[in-house]
């Protein structure tokens, strides 16, 4: 699809489509002010958020159609809800065939942030997640061209950027497991470094039985896939300013069948979304190589499938990770903290100053939060707060809870230094403790994305499957790093 600046003003677009955006009580001012005003006076449209309306042939313009679509309360009217709207009315117009489409920015917002909010949401809105889908009418489909009027050419393309990365990171977590295997997710994000000009390496077993990752290949040991720890790096042109060194670490599960502590058959084929995590770093590492940003960024995906084959590890198992702590596994399926502990040491080894992980952790998270919030949880306030600066004005949400000491207690292990579980209650913030216990004093972030990085249904301006959720937020932090 092509993305691009439209010069005119609106009665000259000659587009298939012309959206404007009508807030509630207050019709836009554009041509064919009567029909306007006759839907708003119809109750046919009020404004409300992701509302469309469709007038065809509009008077005094050259559009085929015009679009109105509903801004919701005008001073509620953020950069989310632009992107939302902008997906919502793509989507909509995409199924009634139409292949060309403008959006005005309207005045007040007019701004780089909303001018990139809007084509993201026109891109993250073309996904249809159907490739397995043999229906041979899928091409005549496509739209062929997304215009903005307003905005500059410079928020376009991060628009762009951001958006086609994060349909990568979707494209990725919406494989199913038997094609996407952990040696298979490292040749992606080999092609991927390749292409954006990025280092890559990915550490194999061997290497990482070398190193001790002893954490990491019991999870992988049940598997006849083998596991892989993929490295990706990124370092400003002209070299850094300071001596941060950002690591971003994502969960990388292919699949998580529970391992011996086998979950329950119901809704397990969703499991392919547990590399979301990786799937979103991965993405980030994408968008940044062309954003390029002041700071270097290495991303780390542990990948490996969770399974409870013949080798596989046992509850009571100890193993040692490459911190040197040990852990006795009482529960085969909190594996993601397993193979993050073992990345998180090898990114202190190796530069990293300040780490954020993104994982899709926690069942309890989703009861906590639901599918709304990402959870956050850190070890160092201030730099929670620029993700959570970050994380507010890419419009995904993302809520703090507490790590008091007292939830440390529950992760005492009788056989071990500690063992990887903490209990029925506040399973979110042990995990999250667990993690901590092994990072030390890094500034570090936990973000656990099992409520938000997947959607049962469809939204309007989303198709059902993965989300992508936690790249933006990465590539705006990195972006904004040395400007805190
Ligand atoms: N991948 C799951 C967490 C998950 C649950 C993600 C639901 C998405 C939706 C994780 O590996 C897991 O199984 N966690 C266990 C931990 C428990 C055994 C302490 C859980 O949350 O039940
Ligand atoms: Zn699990
Ligand atoms: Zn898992």
């Given at each position: 699809m092509e993305i691009r600046l439209e010069p005119k003003k609106t009665a000259e677009v000659e587009s298939d489509a012309l959206i404007v955006v009508g807030f509630e009580g207050a019709p836009p001012g554009v041509g064919a002010g009567e029909a306007v005003k006759e839907l708003y006076d119809s109750g046919?449209?009020?404004?409300?958020?992701?509302e469309i309306a469709i007038l065809h042939?509009?008077?005094?313009?050259?559009?085929k159609r015009l679009v109105l679509a509903g801004g919701g309360k005008r001073e509620k009217f953020d950069t989310a809800e632009l992107r939302k709207l902008a997906g919502a009315a793509f989507r909509a117009l995409k199924g009634k065939g139409v292949r060309s489409m403008t959006l005005a920015l309207g005045d007040g917002w007019q701004s780089d942030d909303f001018a990139a909010a809007a084509v993201e949401g026109a891109i993250l809105g073309d996904?249809?997640?159907?490739?397995?889908?043999?229906?041979?009418?899928?091409?005549?489909?496509?739209?062929a061209s997304f215009s903005l009027l307003g905005g500059s050419q410079a928020a376009l393309d991060r628009g762009r950027i951001l958006a086609e990365a994060q349909n990568f990171s979707r494209d990725l977590a919406n494989e199913p497991a038997n094609v996407l295997t952990p040696l298979l997710l490292a040749d992606r994000a080999k092609q991927m470094a390749a292409e954006y000009g990025l280092e890559c390496e990915v550490l194999d077993q061997d290497r990482m039985r070398q190193l001790g990752m002893g954490a990491l290949l019991g999870v992988a040991q049940g598997s006849a896939e083998p596991p892989a720890l993929i490295v990706i790096r990124y370092k400003p042109a002209g070299g850094s300013k300071s001596s941060d060194h950002l690591g971003l670490v994502g969960k990388g599960v292919?699949?998580?069948?529970?391992?011996?502590s086998i979950k329950p058959s119901?809704?397990?084929?969703?499991?392919?979304?547990?590399?979301s995590g990786g799937a979103a770093v991965l993405g980030a590492m994408r968008a940044i190589a062309q954003i390029k940003p002041q700071v270097p960024v290495t991303a780390l995906v542990p990948t490996v499938e969770n399974m409870p084959g013949s080798k596989a590890q046992r509850p009571g198992d100890i193993v040692k990770s490459l911190s040197g702590k040990t852990v006795?596994?009482?529960?085969?399926?909190?594996?993601g903290r397993l193979i993050l502990i073992d990345a998180l040491t090898y990114a202190q080894q190796i530069g990293c100053t300040h780490l954020v992980d993104a994982a899709t952790l926690t069942g309890a998270i989703v009861v906590a939060l639901g599918t709304v919030n990402v959870g956050a949880f850190t070890n160092n306030e201030a730099f929670l707060e620029k993700l959570l600066a970050a994380a507010k004005a890419e419009g995904e949400k993302t809520w703090q809870l507490p790590m008091d000491?007292?939830?440390?207690?529950?992760?005492?292990?009788n056989f071990a230094d500690l063992h990887n579980i903490g209990g029925r209650s506040g399973g979110s913030i042990t995990a999250a403790w667990f993690i901590r216990d092994f990072v030390g004093e890094t500034p570090w972030i936990h973000l656990d994305i099992a409520g938000t990085a997947w959607l049962d249904e469809g939204k309007p301006y989303m198709a059902k499957?993965?989300?992508?959720?936690g790249l933006r937020t990465f590539v705006r932090l990195a972006e904004s790093w040395n400007a805190v």
């Amino acid at each position: 699809m092509e993305i691009r600046l439209e010069p005119k003003k609106t009665a000259e677009v000659e587009s298939d489509a012309l959206i404007v955006v009508g807030f509630e009580g207050a019709p836009p001012g554009v041509g064919a002010g009567e029909a306007v005003k006759e839907l708003y006076d119809s109750g046919e449209f009020s404004g409300k958020a992701l509302e469309i309306a469709i007038l065809h042939r509009p008077a005094g313009m050259k559009a085929k159609r015009l679009v109105l679509a509903g801004g919701g309360k005008r001073e509620k009217f953020d950069t989310a809800e632009l992107r939302k709207l902008a997906g919502a009315a793509f989507r909509a117009l995409k199924g009634k065939g139409v292949r060309s489409m403008t959006l005005a920015l309207g005045d007040g917002w007019q701004s780089d942030d909303f001018a990139a909010a809007a084509v993201e949401g026109a891109i993250l809105g073309d996904v249809e997640n159907d490739r397995y889908k043999t229906d041979p009418k899928k091409d005549e489909k496509r739209v062929a061209s997304f215009s903005l009027l307003g905005g500059s050419q410079a928020a376009l393309d991060r628009g762009r950027i951001l958006a086609e990365a994060q349909n990568f990171s979707r494209d990725l977590a919406n494989e199913p497991a038997n094609v996407l295997t952990p040696l298979l997710l490292a040749d992606r994000a080999k092609q991927m470094a390749a292409e954006y000009g990025l280092e890559c390496e990915v550490l194999d077993q061997d290497r990482m039985r070398q190193l001790g990752m002893g954490a990491l290949l019991g999870v992988a040991q049940g598997s006849a896939e083998p596991p892989a720890l993929i490295v990706i790096r990124y370092k400003p042109a002209g070299g850094s300013k300071s001596s941060d060194h950002l690591g971003l670490v994502g969960k990388g599960v292919t699949f998580d069948t529970g391992g011996i502590s086998i979950k329950p058959s119901e809704g397990m084929e969703k499991m392919r979304y547990d590399m979301s995590g990786g799937a979103a770093v991965l993405g980030a590492m994408r968008a940044i190589a062309q954003i390029k940003p002041q700071v270097p960024v290495t991303a780390l995906v542990p990948t490996v499938e969770n399974m409870p084959g013949s080798k596989a590890q046992r509850p009571g198992d100890i193993v040692k990770s490459l911190s040197g702590k040990t852990v006795e596994v009482l529960n085969t399926d909190a594996e993601g903290r397993l193979i993050l502990i073992d990345a998180l040491t090898y990114a202190q080894q190796i530069g990293c100053t300040h780490l954020v992980d993104a994982a899709t952790l926690t069942g309890a998270i989703v009861v906590a939060l639901g599918t709304v919030n990402v959870g956050a949880f850190t070890n160092n306030e201030a730099f929670l707060e620029k993700l959570l600066a970050a994380a507010k004005a890419e419009g995904e949400k993302t809520w703090q809870l507490p790590m008091d000491e007292e939830y440390k207690e529950l992760l005492k292990s009788n056989f071990a230094d500690l063992h990887n579980i903490g209990g029925r209650s506040g399973g979110s913030i042990t995990a999250a403790w667990f993690i901590r216990d092994f990072v030390g004093e890094t500034p570090w972030i936990h973000l656990d994305i099992a409520g938000t990085a997947w959607l049962d249904e469809g939204k309007p301006y989303m198709a059902k499957g993965a989300t992508g959720v936690g790249l933006r937020t990465f590539v705006r932090l990195a972006e904004s790093w040395n400007a805190v």
